[in-house]
């Protein structure tokens, strides 16, 4: 029963991983372009796994009751995502995300996984020490730190 509320689907994606990737959400930018523009930002020189994986805890996030249910929210989320914070998203908006990461944000709109569902959180290895003592399962992927 749980999985049918995952298949409900809007225009803005809410609670489905089936996300529009071009309507507009709230920044005034596609989803698409919202979507690559934070995979530039936090993971754009990792490979391309790595760079699904931010993208899968994203949609983790979607998907878990705990979580908001659209793209936009997830990603602009308080305190979730160091680009938000710090301003680089606004930019990387503005100027458009590289073409790579634009690719893969679309495969991920398109389904491509790399971790399963229960990821939902990753942090840069060097931060890894102050999370380190609250998880005792986790993997790295590229220079990030997956754990749940």
Known sequence: PSDLRWALNDARGTGSVNIDPNAVNPTGYTNLELLASILECECGTQPYDAQVAVANVIYNR?????????????????????????????????KGARQTCVDIARDCMNGARSIDSKWMYFCDFNDWNSYKRNYTEYMIMGAHIFYY
Do not use: E, H, K
Request: glycine share 10%; no cysteine.
């Open 62 to 94: 979607i998907r878990d009751p705990r979580w908001q249910t659209t793209l936009y929210d997830v990603i602009m989320g308080r305190g979730q995502f160091t680009p938000v914070d710090n301003g680089t998203l606004r930019i990387s908006l503005a």
